[in-house]
């Protein structure tokens, strides 16, 4: 099966693995693919960060990527995928439950297979994340 009764994508379980917490280790979908850039918390407007705050720019990143999304004619729980990009694994770890509260409440508690990798830097010298999303809306109505 790769989607629920709806169409919409559906989480692989994997036997004897322990069910994770806050994300999927595989999702499964059949439809059209929608891919995002990585996309960063800035006010898309103006190309500014109204913060350096990370759980203020992962929050804005989030909205920007649910903007994408609705703009192609999808919603959050039609994300399969989400690879973010972090320059603090310490930053990270000390805001993650504020970062889970942001997410629930932009995205849903629709949790999708994720990476998270840490890296030197990002291309805006302010962004403390940046994150690619892949969606899959269902080819038949949901």
Same mark, same amino acid.
């Given at each position: 099966?790769?989607?629920?009764?709806?169409?919409?994508?559906?989480?692989?379980?994997?036997?004897?693995?322990?069910?994770?917490?806050?994300?999927?280790?595989?999702?499964?979908?059949?439809?059209?693919?929608?891919?995002? *850039?990585? +996309?960063?918390?800035?006010?898309? &407007?103006?190309? =500014?960060?109204?913060?350096?705050? !990370?759980?203020?720019?992962? %929050?804005?990143?989030?909205?920007?990527?649910?903007?994408?999304?609705?703009?192609?004619?999808?919603?959050?729980?039609?994300?399969?995928?989400?690879?973010?990009?972090?320059?603090?694994?310490?930053?990270?770890?000390?805001?993650?439950?504020?970062?889970?509260?942001?997410?629930? *409440?932009? +995205?849903?508690?629709?949790?999708? &297979?994720?990476? =998270?990798?840490?890296?030197?830097? !990002?291309?805006?010298?302010? %962004?403390?994340?940046?994150?690619?999303?892949?969606?899959?809306?269902?080819?038949?109505?949901?």
């Amino acid at each position: 099966m790769t989607s629920d009764e709806s169409g919409l994508p559906i989480p692989i379980a994997v036997p004897g693995w322990p069910r994770p917490a806050g994300f999927s280790n595989g999702m499964q979908a059949r439809g059209r693919l929608i891919v995002t *850039a990585g +996309v960063v918390g800035w006010n898309v &407007a103006t190309g =500014v960060f109204a913060s350096d705050d !990370l759980v203020d720019q992962t %929050a804005q990143a989030l909205r920007n990527i649910v903007a994408v999304l609705k703009a192609a004619g999808a919603e959050p729980h039609h994300l399969v995928r989400l690879t973010w990009y972090l320059t603090s694994r310490d930053e990270y770890v000390a805001a993650r439950a504020a970062i889970g509260a942001q997410y629930r *409440a932009i +995205v849903g508690r629709h949790f999708p &297979a994720m990476a =998270v990798i840490f890296v030197s830097g !990002l291309l805006e010298p302010r %962004a403390r994340v940046e994150i690619e999303a892949t969606a899959v809306v269902p080819d038949s109505p949901e």
